[in-house]
């Protein structure tokens, strides 16, 4: 399967080729002001550029984790349908232009510290298939992220909407990996505390145009 998503990314030289995605899944994270109308703000943005909103988790309340002297995050999980055929690469650059209108600041001093807004890219899928893809020359974007299978915060949300789609690199579904997780740290109080994952709201978002961050 790796040889063939290679193959579908790359040339025979080993040259780089455009890739066009069917949706997004995208993590929205963060603890600094409203979270709840920061990400209802965020998929508005989104919707503006001309995406389209496939599917949208619970809004969750999780322990912050690699930095835990803050507040507790803010979490949930979006299916972004791909209506204007952009590359992962143009969609990041989207993901980071919201980001910077709802405030994020950037620390390179404290890598996990506390933020308005965080939209992660975790996968995309092209048809049937959940395709790897590169850091290569000046892409940007990783996929599939790479800590997401070690995440309860993602994992959990992500499930909900995107539970089927399967991770390229592991071989497993995304509901496979927050069983497998779970599993792993089950028996460790520590862990599973720090882990901590607590459903806040499940219908929490209406779209709203005069809402959205790109508009203001």
């Keep these: 399967m790796f040889e063939f998503i290679w193959g579908m990314f790359f040339g025979g030289d080993g040259v780089f080729m455009a890739f066009v995605a069917d949706a997004f899944l995208v993590a929205l994270g963060g603890n600094e002001g409203d979270s709840r109308k920061i990400f209802q703000c965020s998929l508005d943005a989104i919707q503006e550029l001309g995406y389209r909103l496939g599917a ?18 803010f979490n949930a999980c979006a299916v ?22 709802a405030g994020r600041i950037r620390d390179p001093n404290r890598r996990y510290g506390p933020r308005t807004l965080d939209l992660d890219l975790l996968l995309m899928r092209v048809g049937e298939c959940d395709v790897v893809h590169g850091n290569i020359g000046q892409q940007r974007a990783i996929l599939p992220h790479p800590r997401m299978h070690e995440r309860r915060f993602v994992l959990i949300p ?3 909407v995107a539970g089927n789609w399967r991770h390229p690199k592991m071989n497993m579904t995304v509901e496979e990996m927050r069983k497998e997780l779970d599993e792993k740290i089950r028996y460790d109080k520590k862990l599973w505390l720090a882990q901590r994952v607590d459903i806040v709201e499940t219908d929490w978002y209406e779209h709203s145009i005069e809402r959205g961050l790109l508009t203001r």
């Design 56 to 73: 949208v988790s619970s809004l969750y309340m999780t322990a912050a984790v690699g930095d835990t002297e803050q507040s507790d995050f």
């Design 80 to 101: 972004i349908d791909n209506d204007r055929h952009d590359d992962a690469d143009t969609f990041l650059s989207y993901l980071h232009k919201i980001e910077a209108k």
């Design 158 to 160: 992500a499930s909900e």
